[in-house]
Each structure stands twice: as structure tokens, then as C-alpha cells.
């Protein structure tokens, strides 16, 4: 059993910033993939930002320049700075992490989702 557990949305005006964090706690040996995802109302879930276990970072074009996705790996925690926000970024924010069990098997574990609304 793994468990996510995400922090930080909440209400900003545009050009503001906002940091994400997703830690991790269980029965886990790593993790590989790192990530974050966001679902707006009516509008199917996407990929904001993923980072690889050898650091490798990719982006959607429209966050490019204004999100950067890190991680503490001493934390197990993985973060999202989000800068110069727009009210299109308004959405849910989900993390998701790639963990390898003691059994090595990989499982995909999802955060419980924070809301992000930018808004004057």
C-alpha cells in the first residue's frame, strides 16, 4: 500500500505562483516515474509534467517556461512550482508516482487531487 498525499492548491490571481507537493508513504522500494496531471471541468485529464528517475523532465507546451516539476527524493516527495499562472491552468492538479514493491513489482499510485483556481 502506497499512499499520496498532495498540498498546496488553492486560490490565486493571475500571474501568481503556487507550489504543489506530493509525498509518499508505504511499502515501496523506489520510485521511477514522477508526475503531475490536471483535469478541468469538462475536459478529459492531462499531463502537466512528468520527471524520470535519471532526471528527465518534459512539460506540456502550454506550462513550458512557467512550471517546473522537482523532487526531494529524501522526502519521497515530488513538487510543482507553478509561476505566472493563468486562468486557463485552473484545474484539479493530481500527482502520480511509478513505486517498485518489495515484490518488484511496479505499481501506479494516484493522488487525491488539489484544487487550483486562478481567478481575479
Known amino acids: 500500500q502506497v499512499q499520496l498525499v498532495e498540498s498546496g492548491g488553492g486560490l490565486v490571481q493571475p500571474g501568481g505562483s503556487l507550489r504543489l507537493s506530493c509525498a509518499a508513504s508505504?511499502?515501496?522500494?523506489?520510485?521511477?516515474?514522477m508526475g503531475w496531471y490536471r483535469q478541468a471541468p469538462g475536459k478529459q485529464r492531462e499531463m502537466v509534467a512528468t520527471?524520470?528517475?535519471?532526471?528527465?523532465?518534459n512539460y506540456t507546451e502550454s506550462v513550458k517556461g512557467r512550471f517546473t516539476i522537482s523532487k526531494d527524493n529524501a522526502k519521497n516527495t515530488v513538487y510543482l512550482q507553478m509561476n505566472n499562472l493563468k486562468p486557463s491552468d485552473t484545474a484539479v492538479y493530481y500527482c502520480?508516482?511509478?513505486?517498485?514493491?518489495?515484490?518488484?513489482?511496479?505499481?501506479?499510485?494516484w493522488g487525491q487531487g488539489t484544487q487550483v483556481t486562478v481567478s481575479s
Open positions: 508505504g511499502r515501496f522500494i523506489s520510485i521511477n516515474r
Open positions: 520527471l524520470s528517475v535519471d532526471d528527465n523532465a
Open positions: 502520480h508516482l511509478e513505486t517498485v514493491a518489495p515484490n518488484s513489482y511496479r505499481y501506479n499510485n
